[in-house]
């Protein structure tokens, strides 16, 4: 019964923890890519200066002009939009890379 | 000399117990999902539980009135009359301007109750992503928590919205270009408060205008609104 007890626990654990990635908020992150790597990549904000460090999962998109690309395209000094669920700016997992034109200056 | 004691090994659990917790632990979560999570995070509430428990106030917080014509416990739901809209208050008039920098959204939304009217007229110097949508207060059981009425990316638009539920009206603009795109947004209409949501995730109501800091037009000589 105790081993019972044990592995419900362990399953609610589980399920719970796949809730709770379901149910982060939404952030924008605009800039540029300052490092990347097989699963991280830093953006340097265009607004601030400030550098974020995101993970990226295997159900992370990049993409150009619309299309589909792979990751090896995502280039230290590219212009990006990221979409990228999480609680705070410090745990992010991005969902969504657009390598984008640079941004005119005002 | 004593002989250490070999450690226990416990047996795996059976098949049979797997399938068995397995399915115990899917409907615990089920029921934290339902009860707990759906009214927390999207104001999804079937069982009335997350209002019980004040979770449906973390999906959609309750909009604050702010510098409105009208009092702000006023509800301004119309009273249909034949063709006559009546309202218990006067319209609010609001004009909103934002320059988007690249890639940047904001959403800009209008409380109205159920059937109230407003009328609106943007426009912006360059094309944007456009979503004008509603939101649902959170709990509301008569609908999806969302509706788009118009996603067309546009330029500008000019209309008129009466309210097809109670809750949060008005714009998603993304500026999809690199260069900075100027918004502006001139509206009235018998809502109560204005929220702007930026996408660096800030959030504020605005200000709107009471009619009575209206000047006549033309201004007669002798001041604003001079009789």
Do not use: C
């Amino acid at each position: 019964m105790k081993r019972t007890f044990r592995v419900m626990g362990i399953v609610v654990a589980l399920i719970i923890s796949g809730l709770s990635l379901a149910a982060h908020d939404k952030y924008r992150i605009i800039g540029t890519v300052a490092k990347v790597t097989e699963k991280l990549v830093d953006v340097t904000q265009t607004k601030d200066g400030k550098t974020i460090t995101m993970d990226m999962t295997d159900k992370t998109v990049v993409t150009r002009d619309k299309k589909k690309v792979g990751r090896a395209d995502l280039k230290t000094g590219l212009s990006v939009v990221v979409d990228a669920l999480g609680d705070s700016l410090d745990e992010l997992d991005v969902v969504e890379i657009r390598i984008v034109p640079p941004s005119t200056k005002k | 000399m004593t002989s250490p004691t070999a450690p226990q090994r416990l047996a795996p659990p059976s098949l049979s117990t797997l399938a068995r917790t397995t399915a115990i632990a899917l409907l615990v979560a089920a029921a934290l999902l339902v009860t707990t999570v759906l009214p927390a995070e999207y104001a999804i509430d079937p069982l009335g539980t997350g209002r019980w428990l004040g979770l449906t106030e973390i999906a959609s917080p309750t909009l604050v009135p702010v510098g409105t014509a009208t009092a702000t416990t006023t509800v301004l739901a119309p009273v249909q009359n034949g063709p006559l809209g009546v309202y218990p208050g006067e319209f609010t008039v609001d004009v909103f301007e934002i320059a988007l920098a690249p890639y940047e959204y904001v959403e800009y939304k209008y409380q109205l109750e159920k059937g109230a009217t407003m009328l609106y007229a943007w426009t912006a110097n360059a094309g944007l992503v456009h979503d004008f949508h509603g939101e649902r207060v959170a709990g509301a059981a008569d609908g999806p928590a969302e509706e788009s009425f118009d996603t067309q990316n546009r330029r500008q638009a000019n209309g008129s919205l009466t309210a097809p539920f109670k809750g949060i009206h008005g714009w998603y603009w993304e500026n999809p270009s690199g260069e900075t795109v100027t918004v502006r947004l001139t509206s009235a209409g018998y809502y109560t408060s204005a929220i702007e949501i930026r996408s660096d995730r800030t959030r504020r109501t605005r200000p709107l205008r009471p009619l009575a800091t209206l000047p006549a037009w033309p201004e007669r000589p002798g001041g604003a609104g001079a009789q």
